[in-house]
């Protein structure tokens, strides 16, 4: 699918709103493909894992808060299993970041277990505990992560020493501090200092006292600390001796935790890879939910939709208090052409089947009620106006341009064409566009194509819809909203045509938009006229 | 106005190095001896091993036993064994992802910030679920948002000898700071409604004629469309979704109408000098809130940086003087029973 093609689908924002929860499965999403023939096999259990997770959702809504919650709480310990198997060792934050991940991969693990047993999973629940203990030497399991004692008696050992020293240092200083105030009317503040009045009679001799030493001096006060008597000093070398030894004995126990920790670094890669498998599909079913998403099934010959409805489009029309006629349509190898009057959303089901068929390429379940479908190599949509200014293209020339690209590919694929040849001069347009429908029809191309041209239904071997029409047609000056008018007597459905004749209604719609009577009826002279002279024009309007 | 306990608390200094974290640190400490298990956060610009104004160093925090902290995952690895790591936030300060940690023992830390208010919120709210039963919040000097009550329940506001050259100079802009932070919540219910519809609209609304109407503007910074708008019609009542500035007084008062009743979202939008809002008063004007800040304590510094000091007693009492019945208290000087008597009073509500 190109650009144009995604654009006209409104495939960006389809995209946009497929949002994975964790960071590898936003990763893999960058990566994700469609299916392609010959994986049909693979594609329809994809699609059959995605209703089993619908259906569990919907059995078991109490679990679903906590299943993404986890699936919101993963980490990415990508970066770290990189560093692991390069031989590094791993910081504190960085061994917390892996935990974090396998806290809540096991809980996650054990949801999916519950809801969805049928998922395949590669790591069983006891699988991703058993890693987890690992970072977990206590026998409670906690999500947290920190360098316990457990990991190894010497952490405990030092840390008591520290601790030890800690005290010490401090008895040592308050001996020393006591010794002070039982001198002196003294009494430290928070940190631990004298703030002493530069009015205080014993100033002078604090002053001169070697227990104390001075911190700063203010026009209002000097402030002392006790000086570090030669106890002080002995207790804060053991203090910095402790530390130091603690510091080497948690750096050893990191790299002990490294080197042990490092064969399961293939458990984590494919534990990260198989969360962001979970992952997508359950954002993929999280989307087919919206539009309450039906499984395409395989399909060799033709796109067959029943109640097809683009999402967007719905909306769009729900938001202005108008509702969507669902498509039905069977799409064959071959031309499908669908005629009918301006306004009666021909391109809205041409982008309908465009959109299903994109969805179910790429996996997902599709909005429509029954839908089956084959696998194709291509799906490109010649829809719009395609004007490429910058290669000096008309809208013809970009059109003309893309179809004779399309043209070229040897594998086939969904081809989706907008009035081929309404661009450029009407003879010359009707010509083009019925001899590349003759030309498509002999493809094995699947051609969806809108058109006006009644040359194009003149070529054998397509099948043709047409959209039902206007019914109990308005007078052409009636005011009002024109688009409630439009819609309340439009009929959008797709009936198969067998060569009937069609009403023509152009220039109705042009009178309920506002166009003049006058002009109107000088247009319906000019058709009658031209009608008598020549055995060409359209039909549908 | 939150009246009940305090669960979060602002700590935000009124200059840069009034000694902001010697006061957090402070009250750190007397919370945790009286055993209350504490959170801490940053908010602001901070990350940096330099203070981006002063280049001066920045102050670590000491952190005793069992406090829990939100900061940057690689400033916790500086003493990775000092810690034990319970929770990633999806949020990033400049120096990496902001990571939850408890200390298990006495430690230091360096607080890197949390740049969003709505995050400031959701990491408030996160310190609280994992046994903070208080967060104090540093507030960086450029970001008056941490004493928001949208955010914080309370704030302790920091004044120091470093905010001007004399000790007249600091309690002049102290009592600023203060008439500022502490005018009152907006009583008329129509009021009220207009600044609760600003705040949720984003859009200025007044009140004409005992109605609230929806003005075209975000704020006041259109003057021309303010004016053409402002002499049109009498307006009563003035709500603004944003900062109210001395220039957008000067807008309100310079009609030939008298002046409204204007009403900001709180207090840490209003960005006017006490001259200009005495001005505005005098025409007619007030200024209220839909939420004040309930300022739980004034902490004063002596000591400036620079070099020179002020006489703490005389400080101290002038600033109570001023901030009265809020207490005023010197973390440095006060004995550990003042501080606990805030802290008590956090508490009790």
């Known amino acids: ?541 | 106005m939150n009246k009940g306990p305090v669960r979060s608390l602002a700590v935000i200094g009124l200059a840069k190095n009034v000694g902001k974290t010697t006061v957090l640190c402070g009250l750190a400490e007397r919370e945790a001896a009286v055993g209350r298990s504490l959170g801490i956060l940053s908010i602001g610009v901070d990350g940096e091993e330099w203070d981006v104004w002063s280049l001066k160093p920045k102050p670590v925090v000491m952190i005793p036993p069992g406090c829990l902290v939100a900061t940057a995952a690689s400033l916790l690895d500086e003493r990775g064994g000092d810690w034990e790591l319970v929770e990633s936030t999806p949020f990033y300060s400049p120096l990496g992802r902001v990571t939850l940690a408890r200390a298990r023992r006495r430690t230091r830390i360096k607080l890197a910030g949390v740049t969003r208010t709505e995050e400031v919120r959701e990491v408030i709210a996160r310190l609280l679920a994992q046994g903070a039963e208080r967060v104090l919040v540093d507030g960086a000097y450029d970001r008056r948002a941490a004493a928001s009550p949208w955010v914080t329940d309370a704030a302790v506001c920091v004044a120091g000898a470093v905010m001007a050259h004399s000790l007249d100079g600091v309690m002049e802009k102290m009592e600023e700071a203060i008439r500022l932070i502490t005018l009152p919540e907006a009583k008329d219910p129509l009021l009220r409604s207009a600044a609760e519809a600003a705040r949720v609209g984003g859009r200025v609304v007044g009140i004409r004629k005992g109605r609230l109407e929806t003005l075209p503007f975000t704020s006041l910074l259109l003057a021309d469309r303010v004016r053409s708008m402002w002499t049109a019609g009498e307006w009563e009542g003035l709500a603004l979704p944003g900062s109210l500035t001395d220039r957008g007084l000067e807008l309100l008062a310079s009609a030939a109408n008298r002046p409204p009743a204007v009403v900001l979202t709180d207090p840490t939008r209003s960005f006017v000098s006490l001259t200009a809002l005495r001005r505005f008063y005098r025409k007619g004007g007030t200024l209220s809130y839909l939420k004040g800040v309930r300022l739980a304590a004034v902490a004063v510094n002596p000591v400036s940086p620079d070099g020179y000091a002020f006489d703490p007693e005389e400080m101290k009492e002038r600033a109570a003087r001023i901030c009265a019945p809020v207490p005023v208290f010197d973390a440095i000087r006060d004995q550990a029973e003042v501080l606990d008597g805030i802290n008590q009073c956090l508490s009790g509500g």
């Not at chain 1, 495939?11 to 960058?30: A, D, L, N, V």
């Not at chain 1, 010509?431 to 029809?441: D, G, I, K, V």
């Open chain 1, 1 to 541: 699918m190109d650009e144009e093609t995604r654009r006209a689908l409104r495939w960006e924002e389809i995209w946009s709103q497929f949002s994975p929860r964790t960071p590898m499965g936003r990763r893999k999403k960058r990566s994700f493909i469609p299916f392609m023939p010959g994986e049909e096999a693979q594609w329809q259990a994809h699609l059959a894992t995605q209703e089993q997770l619908l259906k569990a959702k919907q059995t078991l809504p109490e679990a679903v808060p906590h299943l993404e919650h986890h699936l919101s709480r993963l980490s990415d310990p990508t970066d770290a299993i990189g560093r692991l198997q390069q031989g590094a060792t791993l910081t504190v934050s960085d061994w917390f970041q892996v935990k974090t991940f396998l806290w809540h991969g096991w809980k996650l693990c054990s949801l999916i277990v519950e809801i969805a047993p049928r998922f395949p999973l590669s790591y069983g629940v006891k699988a991703w505990e058993s890693v987890l203990r690992r970072l977990n030497p206590d026998p409670v399991l906690t999500p947290s992560f920190s360098l316990a004692a457990s990991f190894d008696s010497r952490l405990q050992k030092w840390q008591q020493i520290l601790e030890e020293a800690e005290h010490q240092v401090r008895e040592k200083k308050e001996q020393a501090a006591g010794d002070v105030e039982q001198v002196f009317p003294l009494q430290r503040n928070r940190e631990g200092e004298w703030v002493v009045d530069r009015q205080a009679p014993h100033l002078a001799a604090l002053l001169a006292d070697p227990r104390l030493e001075t911190v700063r001096k203010t026009p209002f006060e000097v402030v002392f600390r006790p000086a570090p008597t030669p106890e002080v000093k002995e207790a804060c070398r053991r203090r910095s001796e402790a530390a130091d030894r603690l510091e080497a004995v948690e750096e050893e126990v990191l790299r002990h935790l490294a080197d042990r920790f490092r064969p399961q670094t293939r458990f984590l890669s494919g534990a990260v890879e198989e969360v962001a498998r979970f992952d997508l599909y359950w954002a993929q079913m999280r989307m087919a939910e919206r539009w309450n998403g039906t499984r395409p099934g395989p399909d060799r010959r033709a796109f067959r939709i029943r109640g097809g409805v683009h999402p967007f489009t719905a909306r769009s029309l729900e938001e202005k208090g108008r509702s969507f006629t669902a498509v039905d349509i069977e799409v064959r190898q071959g031309v499908t052409g669908i005629i009918g009057p301006n306004m009666g959303g021909k391109t809205v089901a041409l982008t309908t089947v465009g959109l299903i068929a994109s969805l179910g390429q790429y996996g997902f379940l599709v909005p429509a009620r029954t839908c089956s479908m084959p696998l194709v190599n291509w799906i490109t949509g010649v829809i719009g106006d395609g004007q490429d200014v910058q290669a000096g293209l008309s809208t013809f020339g970009a059109e003309v341009k893309r179809i004779a690209e399309v043209l070229q590919r040897p594998s086939a694929g969904l081809l989706l064409i907008d009035e081929p040849g309404r661009g450029t001069h009407p003879l010359e347009g009707a010509a083009l566009s019925a001899s590349l429908t003759s030309y498509l029809a002999e493809r094995r191309n699947w051609s969806l194509q809108v058109t006006h041209f009644s040359e194009v239904l003149e070529v054998s071997g397509i099948q043709v819809y047409r959209v039902a029409g206007l019914s109990d047609l308005p007078a052409e000056t009636a005011e009002g909203d024109w688009e409630r008018m439009l819609e309340e007597r439009m009929d959008y459905r797709l009936l198969p045509w067998s060569g009937e004749s069609i009403p023509r209604d152009a220039l109705s719609i042009a009178g309920m938009l506002g166009i003049p009577p006058a002009i109107l009826k000088e247009a319906r002279n000019r058709l009658s006229r031209s009608a008598e002279k020549t055995e060409h024009k359209g039909v549908g309007g």
